[in-house]
């Protein structure tokens, strides 16, 4: 079994950064593809970015040029670095692993990230 754990959330006002944390436990597989997801009330979790093991990144348009994702190999950790904040962005933000070698799919636990003044 697979454990994420995720850190970082928390309250922010617009405008402002906060970087997430999410550690995989044991060790990464070169094929991984680690998402960042966020679910906000009342609406559908959504996939806002992926990262592979060679450090290609994807973003949906809403966050491209203010979030980031990346990745320490040697931590078994991703990151989400989120800069320049708005209200539509609080929501609850979950990370994903994506392991086709072995089949496996998990979810972190889930922290929260609140944008207000």
């Known amino acids: 079994q697979v454990q994420l754990v995720e850190s970082g959330g928390g309250l922010v006002q617009p405008g402002g950064s906060l970087r997430l944390s999410c550690e995989v436990s044991?060790?990464?597989?070169?094929?991984?593809?680690m998402g960042w997801y966020r679910q906000a009330p009342g609406k559908q979790r959504e996939l806002i970015g992926t990262?592979?093991?060679?450090?290609?990144?994807d973003y949906i348009d809403s966050v491209k040029g203010r979030f980031t994702i990346s990745r320490d190999y040697a931590k078994n950790t991703v990151y989400l670095q989120m800069n320049s904040l708005k209200v539509e962005d609080t929501a609850v933000y979950y990370c994903?692993?994506?392991?086709?070698?072995?089949?496996?799919?998990?979810w972190g636990q889930g922290t929260q990230v609140t944008v207000s003044s």
């Open positions: 044991g060790f990464m597989f070169s094929s991984d593809v």
């Open positions: 990262i592979t093991m060679t450090g290609r990144t």
């Open positions: 994903h692993l994506d392991r086709p070698a072995t089949n496996v799919r998990s």
